[in-house]
């Protein structure tokens, strides 16, 4: 029979690098102790590298700097928020950036959930989960979800023209069902906003 330390490593194996794992993705091979000790002895042989306590990364090594390339974080994120079955929001300042309208990266990333609130430290960066409503969590991913959280972000009567005609451009690419979902949760000025530049 195959040690826990060759059963995650068969696993890891079979899968691509910058695949993100929690301790919690082995818990049918053996109980948190022993996992501890086996994806640090992992970690050493640099099968493995250790983002935070309990989240790993298969490797994918930079041949121009001799050291493992690190997922996005946002990745990151997803597979804590998988793992917590929770739900993933970005914030208004992600979405600003993301839509091009804003110039201005983020430091850290920072998400909305109803998860547990807390800090990840990865390196010198880090992953933010803040509380959020349960109406704001209703928002379906797309262009729509971002575009209310940047308004939201720039806040009412503060939009600029040139915001306005860059946001109508993109509300043209919307799906039409995802649109007609988020209007009904966003904030009344918003949605009336949308509706409006969606039609010139």
Not at 1 to 8: A, C, D
Not at 18 to 29: C, P, S
Not at 54 to 64: A, E, M, R, T
Request: glycine content about 4%.
């Amino acid at each position: 029979m195959l040690s826990i330390e060759n059963q995650i490593l068969k696993r890891v194996e079979q899968k691509k690098s910058g695949t993100v794992f929690l301790t919690e993705d082995f818990f049918d091979i053996a109980n948190s102790n022993a996992l501890r000790v086996a994806l640090h002895r992992l970690a050493k042989r640099g099968v493995l590298f250790r983002l935070a306590n309990g989240i790993y990364v298969k490797p994918q090594l930079s041949k121009l700097l001799n050291k493992p390339i690190l997922p996005a974080l946002g990745e990151i994120a997803k597979a804590i928020a998988k793992r917590d079955k929770a739900r993933l929001i970005p914030t208004g300042s992600y979405a600003l950036n993301t839509l091009g309208l804003s110039n201005q990266v983020p430091l850290n990333t920072v998400y909305y959930t109803d998860g547990k609130a807390r800090t990840l430290k990865i390196n010198n960066l880090q992953i933010v989960f803040k509380k959020a409503s349960t109406k704001k969590l209703a928002l379906k991913e797309g262009i729509s979800m971002l575009v209310i959280l940047a308004l939201s972000e720039i806040g009412k009567d503060k939009v600029t023209v040139n915001e306005k005609q860059k946001i109508a451009a993109l509300l043209k690419k919307e799906d039409v069902a995802v649109l007609q979902h988020n209007l009904k949760i966003a904030p009344r000025w918003i949605a009336e906003l949308m509706s409006k530049l969606r039609k010139e």
